[in-house]
């Protein structure tokens, strides 16, 4: 099983290689410009190919049981000409946009896994995930990630909301604290599941030396109370959750 998933992560390496790395800007600007008609993008996808064709290859030629030449081949073709598709589609979108950006990863690393499953020639790997995923263990620290960032940041918002008003030009980014908000508490929670809770306190501090200057305005009290406040809720919510979580975990 090790060498298996050395495979896929062989695999994931050489398109991390082969997308970044290995991909110049004037490729991606090429893409952008000329779409189908740019030769950038189908070296690129020979490029992916080449990669997929060496890892698939040396995983074949190490095992004696591994799949037949025709597989290693059809695989390195399905990954180049899946890339060059999804990258052709992708040069008709919005280039700056996330959604579009991690939709596309998707897509290849999708690919990625069926390459890897017909290299493999079983579906046991994908139904032993999908029966680990389905325990209570997992589902519950799914869960709580889920919680730790847009609900816990309604909640929080709405406990605090009387106190919004008689804060006058915060001078803050839009939005910007609901943002260091859910990455706080999923950096919390993640150390109580991890048991560092020391760590926790390190983290507390490190926002506090952020905020010194905040903390020696005298007019600025409001906010800084404001702000304290937040953040005890935010922390003290993910901490409780994680360790409720820890209990479900070593209770079951």
């Known amino acids: 099983m090790n060498a298996d ?13 082969g997308d970044f790395a290995l991909q110049p800007s004037r490729w991606v600007e090429a893409r952008l410009v000329r779409k189908v008609r740019s030769p950038q993008l189908y070296l690129h ?10 890892v698939l290859g040396a995983a074949t030629l ?15 073709a399905a990954i180049a000409l899946s890339h060059a598709a999804i990258d052709l589609g992708k040069a008709y979108l919005s280039p700056t946009r996330l959604r579009w950006f991690m939709l596309d990863q998707a897509l290849h690393l999708l690919v990625l896994l069926g390459a890897w499953l017909a290299w493999l020639g079983s579906w ?27 609900p816990l940041s309604i909640v929080i918002a709405l406990v605090i909301q009387r106190w919004s008003a008689q804060i006058d030009n915060p001078g803050t980014l839009i939005a910007a604290g609901a943002r260091i908000g859910m990455a706080e508490r999923v950096l919390v929670l993640t150390l109580v599941l991890l048991d560092q809770l020391t760590a926790i306190g390190f983290l507390l501090a490190a926002k506090s030396v952020l905020r010194f200057g905040e903390l020696r305005g005298a007019q600025d009290r409001k906010l800084t109370e404001y702000v304290l ?9 993910a901490m409780v959750l994680g360790l409720l979580i820890r209990l479900v975990i070593q209770g079951s």
């Open 124 to 150: 046991q790997p994908l139904l032993a995930f999908w029966q680990w995923l389905f325990t209570p263990q997992v589902l519950g620290i799914v869960v709580a990630y889920v919680l730790v960032t847009r």
């Open 62 to 76: 190490s095992r004696a049981s591994g799949a037949s030449w025709g597989v290693v081949l059809g695989g390195a």
């Open 45 to 54: 996808a020979a490029l992916h190919g080449g990669l997929a064709l060496t």
């Open 5 to 17: 998933l050395s495979l896929l992560l062989g695999l994931v390496l050489a398109h991390l290689l």
């Open 229 to 237: 406040m937040g953040t005890l809720l935010s922390v003290s919510t």
